[in-house]
């Protein structure tokens, strides 16, 4: 469990055609240790950590420190560079690291930002690298279930009940320690209460505080205390700026932030095919999830959490185009979820925390997309197949067919 097989699997992957790769995701959410997991495969290794003084220093003494590297053999050596991102001219030093010395390093660049925001337009690390993310755990990684790719995307409808008991398990513990390696593996949730408090503070406080021009850190912090009782429903942020009396602004350019400090993500409607639907919208979800007290939001947020990161996971890995998103129309019908393959709705998602009947949107917008239709539910020891038109409705618990996920 704690190794992060699934990550060193698409490590491996990457590395092979690239020898510079990044390593990206939530504070805490293990990025040091699985570096340090990858490290032992390798002979020759040198970890460097911005946030370490005497790294710092080592670096500006000679940026290129990485050459005195003591050797056991001749296999090419492996470099962690990780939170270099801090360093003002980060990507310029990258690129002539890169230049210079990639036929005959491994490098692993890690960090907290959001690194996959500077491949844009005129990057000047673009062609050099490939990134992936890690995210905190989920069931799909802790059951190890999970089914081959094309296997998943030739019939995601396909389920088994074998483990059921392991499964629920991982879900109760991801429901209340929340997928972050410490407070879960600790399995208490005095540790879990104390480390979500101080996690929250030290970001916000320390983190985007440092990195940013923002002054309102006190604003800030309270809009993050109110995300949890938003969750499921469409987010209002004129309701915030009042509530918070702030502008319309300030509470988009916060959003910002944590989506970039990874602590939360959004997603956004479908519009393609779908008469009067609504567009100016977009839920958003925390990776903390424990900090949700409504059960079915707090359920409805773990969905999303292992939706996110198949889809993430499996862009990195560079099986297609997808993306996740939310279907509602008008008349205020609603899917929660909708995975979207290469620009095509590829399946229908919906998390109902106990309802074993499919929803009437779900059947509705099955109808119109004509694509195989999934209702989650929270505790449930099997499954029903309904049928609906050409199609079919699965009705399964969320734990045991999220964790088929590849």
Not at 121 to 128: E, I, K, V
Not at 158 to 174: A, E, P, Q, Y
Not at 304 to 324: C, K, P, S
Not at 378 to 387: H, L, T, V
């Amino acid at each position: 469990m704690r190794q992060r097989k699934y990550y060193i699997n698409i490590w491996n992957e990457l590395s092979a055609e690239k020898s510079m790769v990044f390593l990206t995701g939530p504070r805490q959410a293990g990025k040091t240790t699985l570096a340090h997991f990858i490290a032992e495969f390798f002979t020759n290794k040198l970890y460097f950590n911005w946030d370490i003084p005497k790294d710092k220093i080592l670096f500006f003494e000679n940026p290129s420190f990485f050459e005195t590297i003591e050797r056991r053999d001749d296999s090419k050596p492996f470099i962690v560079f990780d939170e270099i991102h801090k360093y003002k001219d980060w990507k310029n030093y990258l690129k002539g690291v890169y230049d210079q010395f990639h036929s005959e390093y491994l490098f692993l660049i890690s960090g907290s930002g959001r690194l996959d925001l500077y491949q844009k337009g005129g990057d000047s690390l673009a062609g050099r690298y490939f990134l992936f993310h890690l995210w905190p755990f989920t069931v799909a990684e802790l059951a190890q279930n999970n089914a081959e790719f094309d296997l998943f995307m030739s019939d995601p409808l396909v389920i088994n009940m074998d483990r059921l008991d392991v499964t629920k398990d991982i879900w109760s513990g991801l429901s209340t320690l929340s997928g972050f390696p410490e407070p879960y593996v600790s399995g208490k949730q005095t540790t879990y209460r104390r480390w979500s408090t101080a996690y929250a503070q030290q970001l916000i406080r320390e983190d985007i505080r440092d990195m940013t021009d923002i002054k309102s850190i006190q604003d800030m912090e309270t809009l993050y205390l109110l995300l949890p009782s938003k969750i499921g429903s469409r987010l209002s942020i004129p309701s915030l700026s009042r509530d918070l009396k702030v502008t319309y602004n300030s509470v988009q350019n916060w959003l910002s932030v944590f989506e970039r400090f990874f602590m939360l993500f959004s997603i956004y409607p479908w519009t393609k095919k779908i008469s009067r639907a609504i567009q100016k919208e977009r839920k958003v979800y925390i990776w903390d999830s424990p900090r949700i007290k409504d059960d079915s939001a707090r359920f409805e947020n773990m969905v999303a959490i292992e939706l996110y990161r198949a889809v993430t996971a499996w862009n990195d890995r560079g099986y297609g185009g997808f993306a996740l998103h939310f279907i509602k129309n008008k008349e205020q019908q609603e899917v929660d979820f909708l995975l979207v393959r290469d620009g095509a709705p590829f399946l229908l998602i919906e998390a109902k925390f106990s309802d074993m009947k499919p929803s009437a949107a779900l059947c509705k917008f099955q109808l119109m997309l004509d694509v195989p239709a999934i209702q989650l539910v929270n505790d449930a020891d099997a499954y029903r197949k309904i049928s609906n038109g050409s199609q079919t409705i699965l009705v399964a618990p969320a734990s045991q067919w999220l964790s088929l996920l590849p």
